[in-house]
């Protein structure tokens, strides 16, 4: 299996199919994202992230899932307005997808496979950094915030290379 987002397909949250190969040459940060969630409120710190770094080249792309704990119920139009109004995201966000189970979108059966920890995502708001090629570089747990050292270093290295 390559370890290269290429080639992917996904759905805007407006409904409009976009291939990951139209990022090519930008450093992803893939989260999946919940409105009911205790991380919720790292909405705030991705938002921030993407205005400091978006210039720079990074893309932040946002996932709901409602895997977790069904901390993700509602529509899409219903999440854009939540992430808008509550933390003015400007970043993209996505149509609802399965991070994991038998219904996984193929975005996740990639990522959870081809780092480490090898593996199903454990909660909302788990975060994949891929690189200008499309390689999955780096996987951070939950726990870790938008605005943690580790992650920070892990996207300006990305964005250096």
Known sequence: MS???????VKTINGEEKQLDDYAGKVLLIVNVASQCGYTSQYAGLEQLNQNYRDAGLRILAFPSNDFGAQEPGTNEEILQFCTRNYGV???????VHAKGSEQHPLYALLTSVIEPIGAVAWNFEKFVISKQGEVVARFK???KPNSPELIGEIERQLEQ
């Open 90 to 96: 400007t970043f993209d966000i996505f149509d609802k």
């Open 3 to 9: 370890n290269t987002v290429s080639g992917i397909f």
């Open 142 to 144: 939950s726990s870790v």
